[in-house]
């Protein structure tokens, strides 16, 4: 079977700054994997990379065993990030339109009306996003990037900033698409959401990967000592 993303010795510098160092992983198909991480451990510029938005300074990255930066492999993957990709001055359906033009979807009033319901946004559809709550916008940033179906998922931080209702709403949905065998890369710095949804996790310190292990063998206490023990040791080295 073909890796569904493979992740061989990255590296990434910005001048001076280390932002990745000979980062390795696989990710198998239909997987769901867990990048842990504090705020500058890497985990962004690491999605960047994989969806193609950035270069490696070294090290190569395959999506299903091909570059990701090629323009097909583009429309393989979808972001959701800090960064909505929505236009402000258009209604959500507009924003939806203009994506599924993009990306040539077939049956797109129907995917749309789908993606809508999916993220509870029907009954503003018609309005600007600009009048949208954080919330909301992210929420119809999800209903982007899952409105061409992608093969990979790349989540980053995506819980920030949602009220209570939205996370549950967010929590749910990607468990149905990780029931439906789409491969997710989700980056958090919360070890419970991480145990909730993930079969995997990767532990991010200091631009490398320190810890790799399976949900099911740990618990959040269990990945929080790990994580701390492998922190001590990277420091005194």
Same mark, same amino acid.
């Given at each position: 079977?073909?890796?569904?993303?493979?992740?061989? @010795?990255?590296?990434? *510098?910005?001048?001076?700054?280390?932002?990745?160092?000979?980062?390795?992983?696989?990710?198998?198909?239909? %997987?769901?994997?867990? +990048?842990?991480?504090?705020?500058?451990?890497?985990?962004?510029?690491?999605?960047? #990379?994989?969806?193609?938005?950035?270069?490696?300074?070294?090290?190569?990255? &395959?999506?299903?065993?091909?570059?990701?930066?090629?323009?097909?492999?583009?429309? @393989? !993957?979808?972001?959701?990030? /800090? %960064?909505?990709?929505?236009?402000?001055?258009?209604?959500?359906?507009?924003? !939806?339109?203009?994506?599924?033009?993009?990306?040539? +979807?077939?049956?797109?009033?129907?995917?749309?009306?789908?993606? $809508?319901?999916?993220?509870?946004?029907?009954?503003?559809?018609?309005?600007?996003?600009?009048?949208?709550?954080?919330?909301?916008? &992210?929420?119809?940033?999800?209903?982007?990037?899952?409105? /061409?179906?992608?093969?990979?998922? $790349?989540?980053?931080?995506?819980?920030?900033?949602?009220?209570?209702?939205?996370?549950?709403?967010?929590?749910?949905?990607?468990?149905?698409?990780?029931? &439906?065998?789409?491969?997710?890369?989700?980056?958090?710095?919360?070890?419970?959401?991480?145990?909730?949804?993930?079969?995997?996790? !990767?532990? $991010?310190?200091? /631009?490398?990967?320190? &810890? *790799?292990?399976?949900?099911? *063998?740990?618990?959040?206490?269990? #990945?929080?000592?790990?994580?701390?023990?492998?922190?001590?040791?990277?420091?005194?080295?």
């Amino acid at each position: 079977m073909v890796p569904a993303l493979q992740i061989n @010795k990255v590296s990434k *510098d910005f001048g001076r700054i280390i932002a990745l160092r000979n980062v390795s992983f696989v990710v198998q198909p239909g %997987e769901f994997v867990s +990048i842990l991480g504090r705020n500058g451990a890497g985990k962004t510029t690491l999605l960047n #990379i994989i969806s193609g938005i950035s270069r490696p300074s070294s090290g190569t990255v &395959q999506l299903s065993g091909t570059d990701p930066s090629d323009r097909i492999n583009k429309a @393989k !993957l979808a972001v959701i990030s /800090h %960064e909505m990709f929505l236009y402000g001055n258009l209604t959500a359906l507009e924003n !939806l339109e203009y994506y599924g033009q993009v990306y040539n +979807i077939k049956n797109m009033e129907q995917r749309i009306e789908q993606v $809508l319901r999916d993220v509870e946004l029907t009954h503003r559809r018609f309005d600007l996003v600009a009048t949208y709550s954080r919330g909301m916008t &992210q929420r119809l940033t999800i209903a982007r990037a899952l409105l /061409h179906k992608p093969l990979l998922l $790349l989540l980053d931080e995506p819980f920030t900033g949602l009220d209570q209702h939205a996370v549950g709403m967010l929590t749910a949905l990607l468990k149905a698409l990780k029931d &439906q065998g789409r491969t997710i890369l989700l980056t958090t710095h919360d070890l419970h959401t991480a145990s909730t949804l993930s079969e995997r996790y !990767l532990i $991010l310190e200091k /631009h490398s990967i320190i &810890q *790799d292990g399976s949900m099911a *063998d740990t618990s959040p206490d269990e #990945i929080r000592e790990k994580y701390f023990s492998a922190k001590r040791m990277k420091e005194e080295k």
